[in-house]
């Protein structure tokens, strides 16, 4: 599994709330504090304030739910392969950290003294990055070890390679399976070894115990990454601030795509007149033409005008909002 590597800037950037005297995450028991989530956050979002306004709430939600979600596959493989007793010889993790550190190089056109005077810059050092990059280059060879033991053998029989064959015909120059056997095998044992491992890692993840401090993270992570909908849902209706279900607007339009063409149409328009009331609430207060813009476009993705009564004459009107309004019809 090839590793890719970024080299990012640090900024200082705040989480939506501040949880002090507890952890911001627990995932599988593993406490993540405050101070150490924040710093994941820093790392990841760099020098990129431009999205980190009231318009940009969906961005920082994302980029901490990408956090999440990668701290939490840390810890249910380290834990799965703790359990199976898989070991990594120390001197093969050094070979492949060396072979990984020499790659970031040549790809990046670097000298090892460059690399460092570029770590410099950023407050870090070369050993450092290089105890990072081996704890990557050995969570990776894990992964592989244990993909391998939860795949086991693949013996497809003529007719599954036939059917694979058919359905992925585009990829192939001929129909004649015989005269690219080896070639169409080799797909499908590693299409089967993907399928496999990801049935694997979903049902670690299902059962996953999470706990996220923050109201608003927690629900857009069940929604947009647990897919635990229910459970989201639950958490959703206990909420009492109107300004962090406003922040959740996304996971009502969720919850509206979830529910299909055959979904009661009641249903449908009673969602959408939850999702407006929410922005109406909010736009109002925002004296930014720009984030009154962004409330005004994530309202009319809604469709107002199909609503009954004068929904859209609501949002031009009542919000004060009727230049932006025009603006983003145009």
Do not use: C
Request: aromatic letters at 8%.
């Amino acid at each position: 599994m090839p590793l890719t590597w970024v080299v990012i800037g640090l900024a200082v950037v705040g989480l939506f709330f501040v949880w002090q005297g507890g952890p911001a995450l627990i995932l599988e028991g593993q406490k993540i504090s405050q101070q150490e989530f924040s710093k994941f956050y820093e790392n990841l979002v760099g020098r990129d304030f431009s999205k980190l306004g009231p318009g940009g709430i969906e961005y920082r939600l994302e980029l901490q739910s990408r956090i999440i979600d990668e701290l939490l596959r840390k810890r249910l493989i380290a834990r799965e392969v703790e359990r199976r007793r898989i070991v990594i010889p120390k001197a093969d993790i050094d070979d492949q950290t060396e072979i990984a550190f020499e790659r970031i190089l040549k790809q990046n056109n670097l000298t090892e003294e460059q690399a460092e005077q570029i770590l410099k810059q950023q407050g870090r050092t070369l050993e450092s990055f290089k105890r990072e990059l081996r704890q990557a280059v050995e969570l990776n060879m894990q992964t592989e070890r244990l993909r391998d033991a939860v795949v086991g053998p693949i013996e497809p029989t003529d007719q599954e390679l036939a059917a694979y064959l058919e359905e992925h015909r585009d990829k192939y120059d001929t129909p004649e399976l015989a005269q690219i056997r080896d070639r169409v095998l080799k797909d499908y044992i590693e299409a089967e070894r993907a399928r496999r491992f990801h049935d694997f890692y979903a049902a670690l993840k299902a059962r996953a115990k999470i706990f996220i401090a923050d109201p608003v993270l927690r629900i857009f992570y069940l929604y947009e990454y647990a897919g635990r909908l229910e459970e989201a849902q639950r958490e959703y209706a206990a909420l009492k601030d109107p300004n962090q279900k406003l922040h959740l607007a996304r996971v009502l339009r969720k919850k509206l795509e979830a529910l299909g063409p055959e979904a009661a149409p009641e249903l449908v328009l009673a969602l959408k007149e939850e999702i407006l009331q929410l922005w109406l609430a909010q736009i109002a207060a925002w004296p930014s033409r720009a984030d009154r813009s962004y409330g005004v476009s994530q309202m009319l993705a809604l469709k107002p005008n199909e609503l009954p009564g004068q929904a859209l004459f609501q949002i031009t009107v009542s919000t004060g909002a009727l230049d932006e309004t025009i603006r983003v019809l145009q």
